[in-house]
């Protein structure tokens, strides 16, 4: 495994400073050891306090992660430095940089996102003369360029000039984050800028944060992200866009506080992870509806389909489900394939109980015979039906059929509080209409526990 080295301040908060490196480093597949230059008690309303540890600490610090090199002879691959607050620390740390010949990521850290100093004002020309000339890139967002070069940033032409003056200062690469920009920002796109003697852009969609938020954790995500993917082996112009994804994906899946969005380092991991587990689960599901007796009895005409949602599902391509369907046939049922975007039906279905309840994530269709809905309530699924005589038109069936069961079920009850999604009904039939077959759908947080009630259902028709 590669191993990089950030080193810069804890934040309390979690989201950016040694935090969120550790979490990005992890993330990104590399070994990752911090060193703290400071410690700031923080949150979502400012820097209430911050102490920064004794420079020779620092510098211990370094020297016990530099005496550890693996079987190559090599302690750290790349390393990335944020929050240095003083002269003297950064001159140990440009010292050692250079000592051990460690190539870098220069994050020139000034200001916390909540307003808080990180970087003494007296230390700025510091870094300028001794980390800028050594480091292999850095990545400056438009304040701190603007501050490093001497040079008012409004435009794409103002950081392109300051680049080049911030290049010839001695930084091999820089990068300027275009999320300050303004003609940017308001045409949907965060832009970074690169410049290594020839200018390059980095463009992805801009997620603007709600409003009176500021989003945290971005800039240290990036650099650390970076800094992993450039000892991993990326090119330069590679590893920039990598980092860039990694960072929109930690920002969409951020944590709110009362002023703040926190990035969430490990979201794309957990995305990917929730997409394994939910394909294993349709494939555990469907093992589970061969293996029900007599499971022929409940399949309808147009055959069954199972599937089931990842969190936070947005489309129909984020629902596995079988591919093809599952049919009777001489030798037993027959399912395809299960995977991601391949039902449209069942997916809509999903999706539409999930407005309602983002938990209940899987769904199933079978067919509709008072024997059934007489089975649904033996094993005491709440049950309500949908009339799709009555559907408007410009409706989507399922969307609307969905919430007119649930709305059906608040008023054949009690009301319905919104909040109240234990009353939602765990089957939602109707009767069908000129050339549609009548259906009941079941659904349930997971397809194996929908195939479990499926079961259930068959075993009461016997
Ligand atoms: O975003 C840069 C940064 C770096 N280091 C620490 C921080 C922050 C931002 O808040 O708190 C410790």
Same mark, same amino acid.
């Given at each position: 495994?590669?191993?990089?080295?950030?080193?810069?301040? /804890?934040?309390?908060? %979690?989201?950016?400073?040694?935090?969120?490196?550790?979490?990005?480093?992890?993330?990104?597949?590399?070994? #990752?050891?911090?060193?703290?230059?400071? &410690?700031?008690?923080?949150?979502?309303?400012?820097?209430?306090?911050?102490?920064?540890?004794?420079?020779?600490?620092?510098? @211990?610090?370094? *020297?016990?992660?530099?005496?550890?090199?693996?079987?190559?002879?090599?302690?750290?691959?790349?390393?990335?430095?944020?929050? !240095?607050?003083?002269?003297?620390?950064?001159?140990?740390?440009?010292?050692?940089?250079?000592?051990?010949?460690?190539?870098?990521?220069?994050?020139?850290?000034?200001?916390?996102?909540?307003?808080?100093?990180?970087?003494?004002?007296?230390?700025?020309?510091?870094?300028?003369?001794?980390?800028?000339?050594?480091?292999?890139?850095?990545?400056?967002?438009?304040?701190?360029?603007?501050?490093?070069?001497g040079l008012e940033i409004r435009n794409k032409e103002d950081a392109k000039e300051a680049a080049v003056k911030i290049h010839k200062m001695g930084a091999s690469a820089v990068i300027i984050k275009g999320g300050h920009l303004e003609q940017e920002t308001a045409a949907g796109k965060a832009t970074d800028l690169i410049y290594d003697g020839d200018f390059g852009e980095i463009s992805n969609e801009y997620i603007k944060p709600k409003k009176g938020k500021i989003v945290h954790g971005a800039g240290c995500s990036f650099s650390a992200a970076l800094t992993a993917e450039l000892a991993k082996g990326k090119n !330069?112009?590679?590893?920039?866009? +990598?980092?860039?994804?990694?960072?929109?994906?930690?920002?969409?899946?951020?944590?709110?506080?009362?002023?703040?969005?926190?990035?969430?380092?490990?979201?794309?991991?957990?995305?990917?992870?929730?997409?394994?587990?939910?394909?294993?689960?349709?494939? *555990?599901?469907?093992?589970?509806?061969?293996?029900?007796?007599?499971?022929?009895?409940?399949?309808?005409?147009?055959? =069954?389909?199972?599937?089931?949602?990842?969190? #936070?599902?947005?489309?129909?391509?984020?629902?596995? @489900?079988?591919?093809?369907?599952?049919?009777?046939?001489?030798?037993?049922?027959?399912? %395809?394939?299960?995977?991601?975007?391949?039902?449209?039906?069942?997916?809509?279905? &999903?999706? +539409?109980?999930?407005?309602?309840?983002?938990?209940?994530?899987?769904?199933?269709?079978?067919?509709?015979?008072?024997?059934?809905?007489?089975?649904?309530?033996?094993?005491?699924?709440?049950?309500?039906?949908?009339?799709?005589?009555? *559907?408007?038109?410009?409706?989507? =069936?399922?969307?609307? %059929?969905?919430?007119?069961?649930?709305?059906?079920? /608040?008023?054949?009850?009690?009301?319905?509080?919104?909040?109240?999604?234990?009353?939602?009904?765990?089957?939602?039939?109707?009767?069908?209409?000129?050339?549609?077959?009548?259906?009941?759908?079941?659904?349930?947080?997971?397809?194996?526990?929908?195939?479990?009630?499926?079961?259930?259902?068959?075993?009461? !028709?016997?």
């Amino acid at each position: 495994m590669k191993r990089v080295m950030t080193v810069g301040g /804890s934040d309390c908060s %979690g989201g950016a400073g040694i935090q969120a490196d550790i979490k990005t480093f992890s993330a990104l597949g590399v070994y #990752g050891t911090s060193v703290l230059t400071a &410690i700031t008690a923080q949150n979502s309303y400012g820097v209430q306090a911050k102490h920064e540890v004794p420079v020779e600490l620092v510098e @211990a610090q370094i *020297e016990s992660i530099m005496s550890e090199a693996s079987d190559k002879g090599i302690a750290v691959d790349y390393a990335k430095t944020g929050m !240095l607050y003083s002269s003297a620390m950064i001159e140990m740390v440009a010292k050692q940089l250079k000592k051990h010949k460690i190539p870098f990521v220069l994050d020139p850290v000034m200001k916390a996102g909540s307003g808080g100093l990180l970087l003494e004002d007296d230390a700025l020309n510091t870094l300028i003369e001794l980390l800028i000339p050594i480091c292999e890139i850095v990545t400056p967002n438009v304040p701190e360029a603007s501050f490093i070069s001497g040079l008012e940033i409004r435009n794409k032409e103002d950081a392109k000039e300051a680049a080049v003056k911030i290049h010839k200062m001695g930084a091999s690469a820089v990068i300027i984050k275009g999320g300050h920009l303004e003609q940017e920002t308001a045409a949907g796109k965060a832009t970074d800028l690169i410049y290594d003697g020839d200018f390059g852009e980095i463009s992805n969609e801009y997620i603007k944060p709600k409003k009176g938020k500021i989003v945290h954790g971005a800039g240290c995500s990036f650099s650390a992200a970076l800094t992993a993917e450039l000892a991993k082996g990326k090119n !330069l112009r590679d590893a920039a866009l +990598a980092a860039k994804k990694f960072v929109h994906d930690a920002i969409s899946g951020g944590e709110e506080l009362s002023n703040l969005i926190v990035v969430n380092q490990v979201h794309g991991l957990r995305k990917d992870a929730d997409r394994y587990f939910v394909l294993e689960n349709v494939k *555990e599901a469907v093992r589970m509806l061969k293996r029900t007796k007599k499971i022929e009895n409940i399949i309808p005409e147009v055959g =069954t389909n199972i599937g089931m949602a990842i969190e #936070g599902a947005e489309s129909e391509h984020d629902v596995a @489900a079988v591919d093809g369907r599952i049919v009777p046939t001489k030798e037993g049922i027959h399912t %395809g394939c299960i995977d991601f975007g391949v039902s449209n039906h069942v997916a809509r279905m &999903i999706l +539409a109980m999930m407005k309602q309840d983002k938990e209940k994530r899987s769904a199933i269709n079978i067919k509709y015979s008072p024997k059934i809905i007489d089975a649904c309530k033996e094993s005491e699924m709440r049950i309500s039906p949908f009339e799709r005589g009555k *559907e408007p038109l410009g409706e989507k =069936t399922m969307e609307w %059929g969905v919430r007119e069961a649930i709305r059906k079920l /608040s008023l054949d009850g009690k009301a319905l509080p919104k909040e109240k999604v234990e009353f939602l009904p765990d089957v939602i039939f109707d009767l069908g209409a000129v050339g549609k077959e009548p259906m009941v759908r079941i659904f349930g947080n997971t397809a194996v526990e929908v195939a479990g009630k499926v079961k259930r259902i068959t075993e009461s !028709l016997e």
